[in-house]
């Protein structure tokens, strides 16, 4: 779909400042895409859906999530990680997005998951350091996301391990997978 077309619709789904921190990370998984070697235009199209469910009613993401059996199980787990594996849904079946790259990135872009391909880490990352986000430790992230994107991974899923285990929430297997998977890439130097 035209990059144009395809922003009219996100922004019809979404709060304004939810549709601006949509355009931040396209701009900023764009530019990853061109620094470590993914199609820039995929990158563009995934970040341009990765939110597109997160400003649907709690049932209707379950909903969807179980239409296809919550093969990531997801449902047992806090909401907010419902929205990522909806987001693909809505990308394949209303924006009729059949790249599996991109729909893996929209599916993975909360929890990550172990393997993730070069696109769905720069939509993981991209997602947690554009230049709106201004958490502490924010900066920190940003900086090594432009060294490396193992790195980058690296840094964000520890993050948000932290932050969820300082506040005592559950923490989805797939989270930590994609920790420890960040940690092997590396020992590969890859
Ligand atoms: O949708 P965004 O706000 O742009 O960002 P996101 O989709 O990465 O994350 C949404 C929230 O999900 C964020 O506050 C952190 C939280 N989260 C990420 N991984 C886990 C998680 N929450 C729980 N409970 N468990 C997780 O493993
Ligand atoms: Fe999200
Ligand atoms: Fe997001």
């Given at each position: 779909?035209?990059?144009?077309?395809?922003?009219?619709?996100?922004?019809?789904?979404?709060?304004?400042?939810?549709?601006r921190?949509?355009?931040?990370?396209?701009?900023?998984?764009?530019?990853?895409?061109?620094?470590?070697g993914?199609?820039?235009?995929?990158?563009?199209?995934?970040?341009?859906?990765?939110?597109?469910?997160?400003?649907?009613?709690?049932?209707?993401?379950r909903?969807?999530?179980?239409?296809?059996?919550?093969?990531?199980?997801?449902?047992?787990?806090?909401?907010?990680?419902?929205?990522?594996?909806?987001?693909?849904?809505?990308?394949?079946?209303?924006f009729?997005?059949?790249?599996?790259?991109?729909?893996?990135?929209?599916?993975?872009?909360?929890?990550?998951?172990?393997?993730?391909?070069?696109?769905?880490?720069?939509?993981?990352?991209?997602?947690?350091?554009?230049?709106?986000?201004?958490?502490?430790?924010?900066?920190?992230?940003?900086?090594?996301?432009?060294?490396?994107?193992?790195?980058?991974?690296?840094?964000?899923?520890?993050?948000?391990?932290?932050?969820?285990?300082?506040?005592?929430?559950?923490?989805?297997?797939?989270?930590?997978?994609?920790?420890?998977?960040?940690?092997?890439?590396?020992?590969?130097?890859?």
């Amino acid at each position: 779909m035209d990059p144009e077309k395809l922003k009219a619709e996100v922004k019809r789904r979404l709060p304004e400042g939810r549709f601006r921190h949509v355009l931040r990370v396209a701009d900023t998984a764009v530019e990853m895409a061109v620094r470590f070697g993914a199609d820039p235009e995929d990158a563009r199209t995934a970040a341009l859906l990765h939110d597109v469910a997160k400003a649907m009613p709690k049932e209707e993401l379950r909903e969807l999530v179980l239409s296809e059996g919550d093969p990531a199980g997801v449902l047992g787990f806090h909401h907010e990680l419902w929205h990522a594996p909806a987001g693909a849904i809505i990308a394949e079946r209303e924006f009729g997005i059949s790249g599996g790259a991109v729909l893996d990135a929209i599916r993975f872009h909360t929890t990550g998951r172990a393997g993730m391909g070069v696109l769905e880490q720069i939509i993981y990352v991209a997602d947690m350091t554009e230049p709106g986000r201004d958490f502490p430790g924010a900066e920190e992230l940003r900086q090594e996301s432009l060294q490396s994107l193992s790195g980058g991974l690296t840094a964000c899923s520890a993050h948000t391990i932290r932050y969820l285990a300082g506040k005592r929430a559950q923490i989805h297997p797939e989270t930590l997978a994609c920790y420890n998977d960040s940690l092997h890439r590396k020992d590969m130097n890859s």
